[in-house]
């Protein structure tokens, strides 16, 4: 009797701790949604229970006013050329380093190694001047260009390992067979590798939508923007009196991007597991 | 080796690698035109030819610009000259590495023809360049790209830090100089830069530890605590969990900080003031109670990630270490110590210090929250300013760039502090390394 005693208490203990942490979890994401349909700008004058509920800030997002669909699309646009950019180019890395011998394989290894670990951020001063001689600075080829590059060492590395798991053994049967090295990889790795894959995808898909550094160097003209950096001009300037409308625009991204995460969830933890801990 | 070769003839005895590698030294191509591999040698010819009349010229003028950065202010552009010159550098190391490959080429041709080697027919060797290509074939666009976005601006950034680059020494009217290393005395001797320097790095080492450390301590104790047998609605509560995770970064930063603001924010207005009563807490204008908020903020953001990792772990534990263990008579604690922490740290150990890298360089948290702030008197940056947000001030703010380099370099050293230790640990990386 004692022991379930102590069993009840204990797990009452948890459910309490887990209700604290859900809390905090909800307090600024609910906060958020209520100061959306507050009337009015000021922070000042809005609570998390609206007085006088209103959707004026999802409408005046929508209205000709203002750029944000145009945001949006621009964001999509980044996130949809980078998915599959960054996937074909590195899965041909990939393939190169994980099948083949070449001069220069294992040091190139290293370089991605390295690489890693580095921040596009160390080098903006040049990516900058960069830009600004080949014309392509305040323009979305740039901003895709620059990601593209910069995830190579990443995910490269991230394939490779991915590669390598699958057995050799049937590329050898195939080249038996006939088969060129174009043919091997296009019928049995990459349909082999579509979890991966499918992970490089995604990922690459996310970081424009959640990256604000970047397209904040790269972006000047309000046309160019992308989600991030328009929403951060909300209430850069004058930060008060926007709050509720940068709330509304943050709303309409933050939904649906954390639907399809928590769909993805589980798909995404072990992609990362297993490409992480085989290093 | 061990198949008999023919007895070679006369004809192939008298051929002399020497000639073929010097031949080949003089201008690729020759060698292999000299080792009767004539199609092999007309491109080599050709690709040398190509380079030499279209490259020689910009690369001459790159490497002049690379050592002078220009010698008339209002003409010569020194950070063009600089671009130009990295740029000239990389095309001159891709030249060379291929004109030894040429060389050595040249040299084992020859060798193996004087060994009787019987040249392959066209069609052979159509299909031997192919298969032998296809890598380089495969890796160019990504490499390519790689070179331009991440290797060329790293080099620049390099240089940089050796040149006075900044608001008084800028192109196009003024010229950009070769200081050596009088930057970096200055960061370690001018009363200012010192001080700057000594606080930011501090707090960033700070930062680093104590951000990183909470997320993964919260993440690890709701994760053993999720994965407690007697719990219900565990898919329910874990999708909550990730929540912080699912919503992007960028909102959520921006929301606190609206909501930790000194006068109309959410913190002080609805619970620091009602329960403490007082003025609230200077959250964005104190440095100290800004770095606890902000603190708190990447704990918020950050355990998500670390809570889902190790649920996956935790799941993967057989049980039957833990009926070993109860048939021990250990105590829960033990249980906790000797099976539970060993194989979640042993399995996430790389991707824990992946964490702590990535907040290292958090740029995102630190000027998305307050801009770096408060300001502090007698610095140059702020308050919460960690390096990497510094370093973007004093581009983009005081356009200080020699200083951003320099501050840049001492973060890549630190960086391969954690670069260095992936290596270490990544002990079948020998093994990857050979096919």
Known sequence: ?279 | MTTPEKKPKKNFQKHNPAIATILSILFAGLGQLYNRRYIKGAIFIVIEGAFLFAFLEAINYGLWGLRTLGTIPGVDHSIRLLVLGVLSLIVTVIAITLYVFNVLDARKQAQKIKRGWVPLSFKQVIKEVYDYSFPYIITFPGLFLMIFVVIFPLLFSLLLAFTNYDLYHSPPRNLVDWVGLDNFKNLFTVPIWQETFFSVFVWTIVWTVVATTLQIALGFFLAVLVNDERLKFKKLIRTILILPWAVPAFVTILVFAAMFNDDFGAINRDIIIPLFGGDGVAWLSDPLYSRVAIIMVQTWLGFPFIFALFTGILQSISKDWYEAADIDGASRIQKFKNITFPHVMFATAPLLIMQYAQNFNNFNVIYLFNEGGPAVRGQNAGGTDILISWVYKLTFDTNNYSMAAVISIIMGLIVSGFAFYQFRRTRSFKEEGDI
């Open chain 1, 1 to 279: 009797m004692n022991s379930k005693l102590k069993s009840k208490l204990e797990l009452t203990a948890i459910y309490l701790i887990l209700a604290v942490v859900a809390v905090v979890i909800f307090y600024p994401l609910l906060w958020t949604i209520g100061m959306s349909l507050n009337q009015g700008t000021s922070l000042y004058s809005s609570s998390i229970i609206p007085d006088n509920f209103s959707l004026e800030h999802y409408q005046w997002l929508f209205s000709p006013e203002s750029d944000y669909l145009l945001w949006y699309k621009n964001s999509l646009i980044v996130a949809f050329a980078n998915a599959i950019g960054s996937v074909v180019l590195t899965a041909f890395v990939a393939y190169a380093f994980s099948r083949f011998k070449f001069v220069g394989r294992k040091n190139g290894l290293y370089i991605f190694l390295l690489l890693q670990m580095f921040p596009v951020m160390m080098a903006m001063v040049a990516l900058y001047i960069f830009l600004n001689m080949i014309g392509l600075l305040d323009s979305l080829t740039g901003l895709i260009l620059i990601y593209l590059g910069g995830q190579i060492p990443f995910n490269a590395w991230l394939v490779k390992g991915y590669f390598d798991t699958i057995p050799k053994e049937l590329d050898e049967a195939a080249k038996i067979d006939g088969a060129g090295p174009i043919r091997i990889f296009w019928s049995i790795l990459l349909p082999l590798a579509k979890p991966i894959l499918e992970v490089v995808a995604l990922f690459n898909f996310m970081a424009p939508l959640f990256d604000f550094l970047l397209p904040s160097i790269v972006l000047s003209s309000e046309e160019n923007y992308t989600l991030a950096v328009g929403l951060y001009n909300f209430i850069n300037d004058q930060f008060a009196n926007n709050f509720t409308r940068f709330a509304a625009g943050s709303v309409l991204i933050a939904v649906p991007i954390a639907t399809i995460y928590l769909f993805l969830q589980r798909f995404l933890i072990s992609g990362l597991a297993s490409g992480g801990t085989k290093g």
